[in-house]
Nanobody, 116 residues
Framework: QVQLVESGGGLVQAGGSLSLSCAAS????????TGWYRQAPGKQRELVAL???????NYANSVKGRFTVSRDNAKNTVYLQMNALKPEDTAVYYC??????????WGQGTQVTVSS
């Protein structure tokens, strides 16, 4: 059973920073594609950043230059460092993992709120 446990998030003022972590279990993490999505109230879930097994990261245009996705295969963990946060970054952030055999899993979600 694949499980993703997120931590981090919270409330921060605009311009501040937050860090998210997602610990995975139940799968061969080093062979999994990972990343982060977010969903704001009344909006669809959208891609924030991906860190696939290729190591070639991909970011939404809205977060390029401000967010950094990373992973530690030894710890089965993917991270999202968020800097220069804006009120429009307010959303529930979800960890994402796609296993080697293309099964997709989501974390429980963590709230990020950026006040102006």
């Amino acid at each position: 059973q694949v499980q993703l446990v997120e931590s981090g998030g919270g409330l921060v003022q605009a311009g501040g920073s937050l860090s998210l972590s997602c610990a995975a279990s139940g799968t061969a993490f080093s062979f999994a594609n990972t990343g982060w999505y977010r969903q704001a109230p009344g909006k669809q879930r959208e891609l924030v950043a991906l860190f696939p097994t290729s190591g070639i990261t991909n970011y939404a245009n809205s977060v390029k230059g401000r967010f950094t996705v990373s992973r530690d295969n030894a710890k089965n963990t993917v991270y999202l460092q968020m800097n220069a946060l804006k009120p429009e970054d307010t959303a529930v952030y979800y960890c994402y993992l796609e296993t080697w055999d293309k099964r997709q899993f989501w974390g429980q979600g963590t709230q990020v709120t950026v006040s102006s």
